[in-house]
């Protein structure tokens, strides 16, 4: 797995980050590697950077390390650090996300076991779900559920290959598509060969790609709402309604006479 | 003209490091107008690191002198002026390589690429209110006095003077770099602490070559 390494200017900041992410990934977390303050006091500490990048490279087997930083000069020492490390096995990438946000979504990814490219992109695109959650709405290709339809009439043969195939399931999470169970469908969705792809169809959001928590948070799924899962290719049928079995089972989050376990 | 020792370069660093404890009030008061008021402790704490560690562990080269010094200012000095300069002196380690001594155009080749790593690792160019500003002018009057024949000792004298005129000259400056720059226009007026504290350290080295 990926490597990550949480550089902060507050150790307990990044303690708390470090264990928020934890929460998402259950009992198969990649390795995540603490640098934070300096001298016992705030600030970042390059050389204390450096040795957190060695020991999450060799605990990422060659897979890299994303590096995800808090303020400042935090960005500074982390570079620094990139001239302080020796003999690496895998590539280091300094990430652009935000803080916390970056740190979830680079954890999340990681564990599922993807490429750094896939690990860095899902940790920039992180700061998308906040903002579409407090938009509403999010800048998809093609904002406007029925326009596409009509586009995809008008012409079949143009841009939707024929062998797309797709199952309709609706979302029985008290909270709707949240954080844990969009975890789990993304994990599932990456154990898949094909690439799925979900709409929200009750507010036309989409399409996501199944294997990204962030995308799958964005499409603002609440209880009750209908999402399209769609895939092409000889397993798409399968993958399809494995998918849709366990959105059926609630994800993990039961059926709702519980509660939500939060 | 004399080759640049190895003690004379720990002495630069335990004279930089008694400068900027007598200037920490300095320092701190500069950083208090448009910064976080820690640069006088911070730099204090740091360099006070670097002569603990060169008196405890006696490196063998300029390289490993530098680098140390380096690598101890960037575990103990918060906030940017660690790695900026951490990074100044392990760049100008590298330049000088494993030796004991070095001539004055090696050190001037080391000035030079410890100017060029603060800039690579803060991204401030000429104007923008840091410490670029004192140590820019301070390696080319470095590299001009030798140019002119002159050697070590005077060349860190001109030096020294330019870094202090750079520092100066930062005052009406509008900070585009660093903490100071949130605060804009308001910037302007102050002297930045960054810049001040260079230029100690380029006195500093100057002083030490002077009397070594």
Sequence with gaps: MVGIVVVSHSEPLAVAAVELAMQMVGSDPPPVEVAAGNDGGLGTDAVAVAAAIQRADAASAGTGVLVVTDLGSAVMSSELALELVEDLSGPVRLSRAPFVEGLVAAVVQASVGSSLEAVEREATSAIQAKTAQLAGETEWPATDETAQESASEAAPDADAPSDVQSIEVQIVNPEGLHARPAVLLAKAAADLAVDVSVTNLDSGAGPASADSMLELMSLGVRQGNRVRLSAQGSAARDALETLAGLIAAGLGDGTGDEGSSR | ?212
């Design chain 2, 1 to 212: 003209m004399a080759d640049v020792s190895l003690a004379q370069v720990q002495d630069w660093l335990v004279r930089a490091k008694d400068s900027v404890t007598e200037q920490r009030s300095y320092l701190t008061e500069l950083d208090s107008a448009i910064g976080d008021a820690d640069h006088g402790s911070n730099l204090t704490r740091g360099f006070g690191a670097v002569v603990d560690k060169l008196a405890s562990q006696p490196a063998a080269s300029i390289e490993a002198l530098l680098k140390a010094s380096g690598m101890t200012l960037v575990s103990t000095v918060g906030g940017a002026s660690g790695p900026l300069y951490g990074t100044m002196l392990l760049r100008m380690g590298k330049a000088v390589g494993d030796a004991d001594t070095m001539t004055a155009t090696q050190l001037g080749e080391a000035l030079r690429a410890g100017l060029e790593g603060v800039v690579a690792r803060g991204k401030a160019e000429p104007g923008d209110k840091t410490m670029v500003d004192a140590l820019g002018p301070a390696v080319e009057a470095f590299e001009k006095a030798l140019t002119s024949g002159e050697g070590a000792a005077t060349a860190a004298t001109a030096a020294a003077q330019a870094a202090a005129a750079g520092r100066d000259d930062t005052e009406p400056l509008v900070a585009r770099k660093g903490r100071a720059s949130y605060l804009g226009e308001r910037s302007a007026g102050h002297i930045d602490p960054g810049s001040a504290s260079v230029t100690l350290l380029l006195e500093a080295l100057a002083a030490a070559l002077a009397d070594g």
